[in-house]
């Protein structure tokens, strides 16, 4: 009601909605919405009277769909209608579809009236609900309740100052990108008449890669639809089964290191740079036509891993709000490279990163002594298990030394391994994927055995939270209380959410520092 009387842009409105707002902030009244951020924007926007009433961080503001989301993460059913009837809170009155003459149309207003009261009607009703079932709860406490508010602020402000980006370098690497693929298109085809693109591609993928799985004397695994699964990752388990064979040539698998190439190229240009640039299918595109270029995007302060039609909503299990078109938390690192400053030569660009943030976590959650003294500031766990692989015969001393960051980034991948719950066939993989190292399984068994004989205490706090989960069937994040439920009986949770058991605490805390952090910067 309050956006669309802004909208109607007269001077008593604005008086109005200053003089109202004001109120609300000095009595220190929390602003409930649904769609809150959007509110808010347009409000923002449409008058800078209002806009002064409403003080970041200061004003606080709270969305039903965290109240929702706090009830059950895995709820589908998102908008104002579909939660009315779904509590049997009461139906909308059905409305002509078309658009109100005004601002100030009988009608609209009616439908604002009903919208607020459901608003309202649903808060009191899930926040009741949530304490009711789930007795002690930190979700929606005093605490939650300030933090998050502090977050719908911080995506607001984000949302409104966009990020700068380079539009002439983006256009520069997709023309590279584009002849990138061409170039790896025409090896594929001349060299082993494999089509990555085009007509009659994936049928000519389907065989190739069928003839490949045939050579390890196991059956290609088949997707949904019948395919063989062509992603990158698939291509480096063939390689990895490949490599294994007694007869192995490096021409065996040629085809499929043109086939992952493509594949890298591909993703590159149509997830990042071609939406970027141009925009999907279903949005216009991002930025406006100048040098350096303003990116809007749109962040979901609560996540969920289905949509419905009122909201159109995105997200991951571990609590982080979320960022789409474009998707700029999830840029990789070649793309990231294009966030400039909006100030071009006479600005710079800083960017910030936790270190061994998910390590230190786990040892603070888990209270290891051994742990904790272990990634005391100072101290580096990756480069210690690196030289680990020195002492192992994993690597040699010589070429631990000249490639030292390789080693470690691999190590890396070990060390946070161990701590999201993945196993010693984990280990093989990992060190074959990414360094393309042929470790024992038996030898992996052992590392991961002196890992845990050394940190018991780590050891039982990850075995105290599959416990938990299975007796409960849900975990809750210290402080806020977000949560995650597990189904099943106990086998079948241990089976199959043992990994998401382990990671979800360390990585929605680890997420909630980096929110913390980044809101006390923008304070």
Same mark, same amino acid.
């Given at each position: ?20 707002? &004001? ?30 009433? #409403? ?8 969305? #039903? ?52 009261? !459901? ?12 304490? !009711? ?22 995506? #607001? ?27 790896? *298109? ?12 085009? !007509? ?62 493509? !594949?890298? #190229? ?61 998707? *700029? ?26 270190? &061994? ?56 991948? &070990? ?39 050394? *940190? ?16 409960? *069937? ?47 910067? &923008?304070?």
């Amino acid at each position: 009601g309050l956006t669309s009387s802004a909208a109607s842009g007269t001077p008593e409105t604005e008086c109005w909605l200053h003089a109202h707002l &004001q109120r609300a902030v000095e009595r220190d009244t929390l602003l409930l919405g649904k769609n809150t951020l959007f509110d808010l924007m347009v409000l923002r926007y449409c008058s800078p009277l209002v806009r002064s009433a #409403l003080r970041p961080f200061r004003t606080r503001i709270w969305d #039903l769909a965290l109240t929702s989301y706090f009830d059950d993460p895995e709820r589908p059913e998102k908008g104002l209608k579909e939660l009315s009837v779904l509590f049997g809170r009461g139906a909308y009155a059905e409305l002509p579809d078309q658009r109100h003459p005004s601002p100030t149309s009988p009608a609209l207003l009616a439908y604002n009236i009903e919208d607020t009261e !459901k608003t309202l009607d649903l808060e009191l009703f899930l926040s009741d609900r949530v304490a !009711k079932l789930s007795p002690g709860t930190r979700r929606l406490s005093p605490y939650c309740r300030e933090f998050y508010s502090d977050v719908l602020w911080s995506l #607001l402000l984000m949302s409104e100052a966009g990020v700068a980006l380079d539009i002439p370098g983006l256009a520069d690497l997709e023309r590279r990108l584009m002849r990138g693929m061409a170039s790896v *298109h025409c090896m594929a085809e001349d060299r082993e008449n494999l089509l990555l693109s085009g !007509k009659g591609s994936p049928v000519s993928q389907r065989d190739y890669v069928k003839t490949l799985w045939e050579h390890t004397g196991l059956d290609a695994p088949l997707t949904k639809t019948g395919l063989v699964a062509l992603k990158a990752e698939d291509c480096d388990d063939l390689r990895e089964r490949l490599s294994r064979l007694p007869n192995y040539a490096p021409d065996l698998d040629r085809g499929l290191r043109f086939l992952q190439a493509f !594949k890298k #190229l591909q993703k590159l240009h149509s997830t990042y740079v071609r939406s970027i640039l141009h925009g999907g299918a279903k949005t216009s595109q991002y930025l406006s036509q100048h040098v350096h270029g303003i990116s809007h995007p749109t962040w979901y302060p609560c996540p969920s891993r289905s949509k419905d039609e009122a909201d159109d909503e995105v997200g991951t299990r571990f609590g982080r709000p979320v960022c789409r078109e474009p998707a *700029h938390a999830t840029f990789p690192p070649l793309i990231k490279k294009y966030e400039v400053s909006r100030w071009g030569a006479a600005g710079f660009y800083l960017s910030f990163d936790f270190k &061994q943030l998910e390590l230190k976590v786990a040892a603070i959650l888990s209270a290891d002594p051994t742990f904790m003294e272990e990634v005391m500031p100072g101290s580096d766990q990756h480069a210690a298990t690196a030289r680990r692989y020195a002492a192992l015969g994993i690597t040699t001393e010589s070429d631990l030394a000249n490639r030292f960051k390789y080693w470690r980034g691999l190590a890396k991948r &070990q060390n946070f391994r161990r701590v999201y719950g993945g196993g010693p066939g984990k280990a093989v993989q990992t060190f074959w994927t990414w360094g393309r190292v042929r470790v024992p399984y038996d030898l992996c068994q052992r590392e991961d055995d002196d890992f845990f004989e050394r *940190h018991p205490v780590f050891a039982q706090w990850q075995k105290n939270l599959l416990a938990e989960a299975t007796r409960t *069937h849900r975990l809750e994040l210290p402080l806020t209380g977000n949560v995650r439920w597990f189904e099943g009986d106990s086998t079948t949770i241990e089976e199959t959410y043992y990994s998401e058991i382990v990671n979800f605490p360390v990585q929605g805390t680890a997420a909630l520092i980096a929110l913390s952090a980044g809101i006390d910067m &923008q304070k």
